[in-house]
T-cell receptor, first 113, second 111 residues
Framework: GAGVSQSPSNKVTEKGKDVELRCDPISGHTALYWYRQSLGQGLEFLIYFQGNSAPDKSGLPSDRFSAERTGGSVSTLTIQRTQQEDSAVYLC???????????FGPGTRLTVL | KQEVTQIPAALSVPEGENLVLNCSFTDSAIYNLQWFRQDPGKGLTSLLLIQSSQREQTSGRLNASLDKSSGRSTLYIAASQPGDSATYLCAVKIGGNQFYFGTGTSLTVIP
């Protein structure tokens, strides 16, 4: 079946612009995660959605970052007033719950000029 | 805060060798531990998932062990092949929703 998909695969933007990154999880997966992977760094947890519960936003680095998940499926990560340090690969993952492995999308490479 | 360390950062071996990758974590109160591989420009692919009550998991040429008390996990790759070349990441899940990832070991298997 289809895996986790993300779009766009690459995004180049100018400093100060807003960007939206999209994640389509595997159908039926109730949990969705966003991570950021900066060059030479490990994956950094950003936000977690589980079903209809309030999301865990504890990993968001600043109030310029926000995410929503509509209808328990597609999620959008929004970065407002982008900064150069936001340049990274943004990865999305989904699974069926906390005992399940995570299934990752291919990521969106964001470059802020 | 949970910290996850992977040693070595990079490893190069000739084809056919057996090898061990190491992962250590500072807080033993984990829910599970996963090993992933990441190919350049790609997302992560799960290799093995070990629940906190388990000691090891095996899949083909891969074997992962978990010693919670010492905060360590190893990934053993038998008879390495050039197709095994990738970055290997371990991640631990603590209570709640967060996974903590190591920075990975970059493996190159030389034909």
């Amino acid at each position: 079946g289809a895996g986790v998909s993300q779009s766009p695969s690459n995004k180049v933007t100018e400093k100060g612009k807003d960007v939206e990154l999209r994640c389509d999880p595997i159908s039926g997966h109730t949990a969705l995660y966003w991570y950021r992977q900066s060059l030479g760094q490990g994956l950094e947890f950003l936000i977690y959605f589980q079903g209809n519960s309030a999301p865990d936003k504890s990993g968001l680095p600043s109030d310029r970052f926000s995410a929503e998940r509509t209808g328990g499926s597609v999620s959008t990560l929004t970065i407002q007033r982008t900064q150069q340090e936001d340049s990274a690969v943004y990865l999305c993952a989904s699974n069926r719950g906390h005992v399940d492995t995570q299934y990752f999308g291919p990521g969106t490479r964001l470059t802020v000029l | 805060k949970q910290e996850v360390t992977q040693i070595p950062a990079a490893l190069s071996v000739p084809e056919g060798e057996n090898l061990v990758l190491n992962c250590s974590f500072t807080d033993s109160a984990i829910y599970n531990l996963q090993w992933f591989r990441q190919d350049p420009g790609k997302g992560l692919t799960s290799l093995l998932l070990i629940q906190s009550s388990q000691r090891e998991q095996t899949s083909g040429r891969l074997n992962a062990s978990l010693d919670k008390s010492s905060g360590r996990s190893t990934l053993y790759i038998a008879a390495s092949q050039p197709g095994d070349s990738a970055t290997y990441l371990c991640a631990v899940k603590i209570g709640g929703n967060q996974f903590y990832f190591g920075t990975g070991t970059s493996l190159t298997v030389i034909p």
